[in-house]
């Protein structure tokens, strides 16, 4: 009879993880390209189960047709369906996102969707390739910098710091000089303006501002 027991038990966690799990993986994927204020596990339960229903109903006529070419241990081909193709689809939707390729199919079809990005500091920020950048602050301060690959944008909605990696001094005739290797850390709430322009060398960034 307590072997019964733990046989049951045993399903039911099975089919917990099986109806839960890849809503989880494919959110917990995409949510690495956009950023969103993220409810607690408790409260996406109902989101994680949405998402692995609609994943099953495409999923499971393709992972058929694959299971019928190629004979599978019941395992692996457990693995496969509830955890490596949940991780495909989630990357697949993030870089979506993060390329914005489906807002653009519909955009050329005369459709206007709501953008899945939420904020355009998220989508400014998370495409960006190194830029200079002209801060300005609340009080009117001004910062010029370098802001690649060592500087740090939060991707926080309630923390939008900034570091930037390299700064310099601008004087009122927007001359720039070099003050030794120096970068700034900018607290939440402390900018009123970026300007953006690409990359060059900084003579030739110079002639831009």
């Not at 653009?104 to 998220?122: E, K, S, Y």
């Not at 009080?139 to 802001?147: A, H, I, K, L, S």
Request: proline share 6%.
């Amino acid at each position: 009879m307590e072997q019964l027991k733990f046989v049951d038990n045993l399903d039911n966690f099975y089919a917990a993880i099986s109806l839960l799990v890849p809503g989880l993986v494919i959110l917990f994927i995409r949510s690495q390209f956009v950023t969103d204020r993220k409810p607690s596990h408790s409260a996406m339960l109902l989101s994680y189960f949405t998402v692995s229903v609609v994943y099953y109903a495409f999923a499971f006529p393709l992972f058929e047709f694959v299971q019928s070419l190629y004979e599978y241990e019941a395992i692996l081909a457990w693995l496969v369906l509830v955890f490596v193709g949940p991780a495909l689809l989630g990357l697949l939707l993030g870089i979506n996102i993060q390329k914005n390729l489906l807002h653009r199919f519909l955009q050329f079809c005369r459709l206007n969707p709501v953008h899945a990005i939420p904020t355009a500091w998220d989508w400014k920020f998370g495409n960006m390739t190194p830029q200079w950048v002209l801060v300005t602050l609340k009080d009117d301060t001004r910062f010029v910098g370098f802001c690649g690959q060592e500087s740090f944008i939060s991707s926080d909605p309630m923390e939008r710091d900034v570091y930037i990696e390299q700064i310099y001094d601008i004087d009122e005739n927007n001359k720039w000089s070099w003050p030794g290797r120096k970068g700034i850390l900018i607290a939440p709430g402390e900018v009123k303006t970026i300007e953006f322009w690409p990359y060059a060398p900084k003579e030739d960034a110079d002639e831009q501002i």
